[in-house]
């Protein structure tokens, strides 16, 4: 089976990127990109894309009106397609069974209920947003109640492992591709189909092809064993900070050991993003619901420690403020969950700065990508009890590190852009700027500690101590 069109009903992190490269890459097929949002339609079709990530600007304009297009026609895009990837939000449930740890599946279940709905002809169906596992099960049970002599389904699993920062590049080069099918001869027939089109720029032997459930966890597991190691380090820097180990010093010696790798293991504030809280999570609830729960308490440890690293975060800085930051302003350098991304989703930085207005503190925000309503977006809670004036009386939101560092009594990085870096930004500038004593606070391990000691900073770094080394 040839494909050659192909529909993305989500305009997403996932589906915008995912499908443009496809489209980069494949010339000879056709690439929809649907979604019911105008306003994120209007920017994909626009000089201004709804997301940052390195090179995607360049993807989208060359292949833009020629084989790539965004619309919100979503009926038409489903009835031209012969292979559909869902690539819809599936956010931690807020409310009802499973709230604060399950998948809300109310996305999928509705653009899966549209497809069977509007099909005319057969498709193949593929998963891309971040699920737990069996989700293709509901998903092909609404489609085989659909089917009619004449249109079958068939449901593939492709999960994205993508790093925001670097996605075009991930996509570009994949370390594996991974496609879950049925194990039947219509199974592996439209398993085989999703392989040829990967195969325009994926060797065959990145093409990883298993079972449909396999495929589900793998994704789960992957970024639960990512976050772990993130959490096992930084674990580990509270007992650095205590006994006056360096954290980078053990993270490279234990780097250095071929079974484990150097890869994850910096420690920091804390691990944001869309994925891992949530997969984790996913991973406990599944394991809660099959009577699992000392597999359920193993994963949500890792959460915890991840809260409990920015919780201690927090009161390093105020009991070295002489305990208590009330008034004082503190500048927070970086809000985005990590380097050359604008997404702020479960970003430690929203943490911090919401125990840092509880405190009565003023806070200054500098955040090269993300934009100015982002961030109170964020920092705020719309609903019954609307907290934004509350929150507008502590927060600035400044256009450069230097603004934000004016009259500040603490500067403290929670983002590692590279603008931050001590080569980059002239600190001895924002040092002179501050209030003495000059408390800076490196939440993300890339500042040169002694140098800026040297200018009259009193520094403080996750997972060292001031005197690490000398006692």
Known sequence: MSIKSICCIGAGYVGGPTCAVIAYKCHDIKVTIVDLNQARIDAWNSDKLPIY?????????????????????????????????????????????????????????????????????????????????????????????????????????????????????????????????LQTPEGIKAQNALVSVYNHWVPIDRCITTNLWSSELSKLAANAMLAQRISSINALSAICEATGADVDEVAYACGRDSRLGSKFLKASVGFGGSCFQKDILNLVYLSTQLNLPEVAAYWKQVVDMNEYQKKRFVQRIISTLFNTITNKKIAVLGFAFKKDTGDTRESAAITLIKDFIQEHARVAIYDPKVEHEQIMMDLTEPGVLDNRKQVEQHVQICGSAMEAADGADALIIC?????????????????????????????????DAPKLRGMGFKVQVIGKTELAGTA
């Not at 609404?142 to 593939?156: Q, S, V």
């Open 53 to 181: 990530e390195p090179g995607l600007e360049e993807v989208v304009m060359a292949r833009r009106g020629k084989n790539l297009f965004f619309t919100t026609d979503v009926d038409k895009g489903i009835q031209e397609a012969d292979l559909i990837f869902v690539s819809v939000n599936t956010p931690t449930k807020k409310s009802g069974l499973g709230a604060g740890m399950a998948a809300d599946l109310a996305y999928i279940e509705a653009a899966t209920r549209r497809i069977a709905q509007v099909s005319t002809s057969s498709k193949i169906v593929v998963e891309k947003s971040t699920v737990p596992c069996r989700t293709a099960q509901s998903m092909r049970t609404i489609l085989d109640a659909n089917c009619t002599a004449n249109i079958r389904f068939d449901i593939l699993s492709n999960p994205e492992f993508l790093a925001e920062g670097t996605a075009i590049k991930d996509l570009m080069n994949p370390d594996r591709v991974l496609i879950g099918a």
């Open 415 to 447: 983002t590692e852009w590279d603008e931050f870096k001590d080569t980059n930004l002239d600190y001895s500038q924002i040092y002179e700027k501050m209030h003495k004593p000059a408390f800076l606070f490196d939440g993300r391990l890339i500042l």
